[in-house]
């Protein structure tokens, strides 16, 4: 056994586990799990199921990763969870694995900053960069866009999906889907306007910015029908070129909803 891992921490030996792993003491690992070069283990961690975590990721005291699912169809189907790189992981957070109604997996991509007590349900897929913040509860099959910051006590309904650079306000209840590139806050979630500052800190340009707030008047401001803004937004790809890429991920967004988009 590694001298990275502390004496009082149970690790099943058919675990798959980096010799650079740190575990601390009373954490759990079982049989099924595999753990990249630099991760950190906190102490009272369980980490079981069918779990692949990657390199230099950060699991504070607490946490319980890889779970059965939270499901009453579940039947103990070998569904997985899967964990990319350099994700921060903070107490008392919990992840579930996939189940077979679903594709079988739960994700998490890269580069990821998920606050205490925050539940990850089965199915789940985040993406990069993204920030939940204390308490935020995601709800079965709920996707979440890279660079998306959901804010503290959120609840996200089940198969809701959050758009890129999106920023739920706290306390907010997501019950349908929430475009990219929206601020949205309140209960129900409402958008309020467009995530400019955080569009500027990831460097997009002053002339898609514009785009963007142009977009959102389209889609929330003109009494459109969804349709019809796309239609609108269409347009203008041909008339904003420099805008093509940040109106595509709209349209592409509106074209995977199947729970309908937040509205005023």
């Not at 089965?122 to 079965?140: E, P």
């Not at 460097?203 to 898609?208: C, D, L, P, Q």
């Not at 093509?244 to 991920?249: D, F, I, N, R, V």
Request: some cysteine; charged content about 20%; overall charge neutral.
């Amino acid at each position: 056994m590694s001298g990275n891992i502390h004496p009082t921490a149970l690790v099943d030996p058919s675990a798959q586990i980096d010799s650079s792993v740190r575990i601390g003491p009373y954490s759990v690992v079982g049989p099924d799990v595999t753990i990249g070069a630099g991760t950190e283990i906190g102490p009272h961690c369980v980490i079981d199921g069918v779990t692949t975590i990657g390199r230099d990721n950060r699991f504070y005291r607490f946490c319980s990763i890889g779970g059965m699912p939270q499901d009453k169809k579940y039947a103990a189907e070998p569904t997985r969870l899967v964990i990319g790189d350099r994700n921060t992981v903070r107490e008392f957070t919990t992840f579930n694995t996939g189940t077979v109604q679903d594709g079988g997996v739960t994700t998490m991509g890269d580069d990821n900053w998920i606050m205490a007590y925050v539940h990850v349900a089965h199915d789940c897929h985040l993406g990069n960069n993204t920030i939940l913040a204390n308490s935020v509860q995601l709800g079965g099959h709920v996707h979440v866009g890279d660079w998306a910051i959901v804010g503290g006590l959120t609840g996200v309904h089940q198969f809701s999906k959050i758009g890129a650079h999106s920023m739920t306000g706290g306390n907010s209840s997501l019950m349908q889907d929430m475009p990219p590139f929206v601020l949205g806050a309140g209960n129900p979630c409402r958008p309020v306007g467009v995530n400019v500052e955080g569009l500027r800190r990831r460097g997009f340009s002053a002339s898609v910015i514009s785009s963007v707030r142009e977009a959102y008047k389209i889609v929330f401001r003109r009494g459109l029908s969804l349709d019809e803004a796309r239609a609108e937004l269409r347009a203008r790809q041909q008339s904003h070129p420099d805008a093509t890429e940040a109106l595509q991920t709209l349209l592409d967004f509106f074209d995977a909803s199947n729970r309908g988009i937040i509205r005023p």
